[in-house]
């Protein structure tokens, strides 16, 4: 991705998070020049990744295949005893996440306001390939079955939990969709199985400055 799509994207997504009356803490705000002044006061942010995640999957389709993210708290095996983590992300209508499970982490998908959120489910064996069962998942907390493949679509205040082993894919419809993620710790280096070989993170065209700093990007600032 280019930088200035990177830098187009956040400022669109605090325009959706500002419709709707969101507010994210105030380091999503900075700058890299005051990132770059912080000391270990902050080292939860960056160790734990938290902050602005904008992904086109190594694809460079954003619109088409991408996804927005805000991480807003995670825990860190190695460095602290939070056992959960929380995003909000804002998905466009038409925007897919590609079809992906996680091993370890078990989350729920709100749709926290917006569009509808569709979906698609597959449950995948012991080998990881999909499988043509039928998959039951919980609904706001109600086992509901559907049909490997189909799609159904979560209303606003709606949610679903995906469990490990559950492959998914989701865009939005009809307008701007914000999409909350309550989860076990996410670690996104390790705990990604996408069905097609697809990078998580984008290769960055640096085309103009940066205004905003990645999760993944803070051990680089000086």
């Known amino acids: 991705m280019k930088r200035?799509?990177?830098?187009?994207a956040i400022r669109y997504a605090m325009d959706v998070l500002d419709k709707h009356d969101f507010h994210l803490p105030e380091w999503a705000?900075?700058?890299?020049?005051?990132?770059?002044?912080?000391?270990?006061e902050c080292d939860e942010v960056r160790e734990n990744h938290l902050g602005w995640d904008i992904t086109d999957f190594g694809k460079g389709r954003f619109l088409e295949e991408g996804l927005t993210l805000v991480t807003m708290r995670n825990?860190?095996?190695?460095?602290?005893?939070?056992?959960?983590?929380e995003k909000i992300m804002i998905v466009r209508p038409g925007q897919i996440t590609p079809v992906h499970f996680h091993w370890n982490k078990m989350e729920d998908i709100i749709n926290r306001?917006?569009?509808?959120?569709?979906?698609k489910i597959w449950r995948?064996?012991?080998e990881e390939?999909?499988?043509g069962e039928d998959c039951v998942v919980r609904i706001d907390g109600i086992d509901t079955v559907f049909r490997a493949g189909e799609t159904f679509r979560l209303k606003p205040g709606q949610s679903i939990c995906f469990t490990p082993y559950l492959y998914h894919t989701f865009w939005a419809e009809g307008e701007d969709c914000l999409a909350g993620e309550v989860s076990t710790v996410?670690?996104?280096?390790?705990?990604n199985r996408f069905y097609e070989p697809l990078g998580?993170?984008?290769?960055?065209?640096?085309?103009?400055?940066?205004?905003?700093?990645?999760?993944?990007?803070?051990r680089t600032l000086k």
């Open 75 to 85: 825990g860190n095996p190695a460095r602290d005893r939070k056992p959960y983590c």
């Open 4 to 8: 200035s799509e990177i830098n187009k």
């Open 113 to 119: 306001g917006g569009g509808d959120l569709c979906i």
């Open 186 to 191: 996410n670690d996104d280096d390790n705990d």
């Open 129 to 131: 390939n999909m499988t």
């Open 200 to 218: 998580r993170y984008p290769e960055i065209e640096e085309d103009e400055p940066a205004e905003y700093v990645l999760c993944n990007e803070y």
């Open 29 to 40: 705000y900075w700058s890299p020049s005051v990132w770059a002044a912080k000391g270990k």
């Open 124 to 126: 995948a064996d012991d």
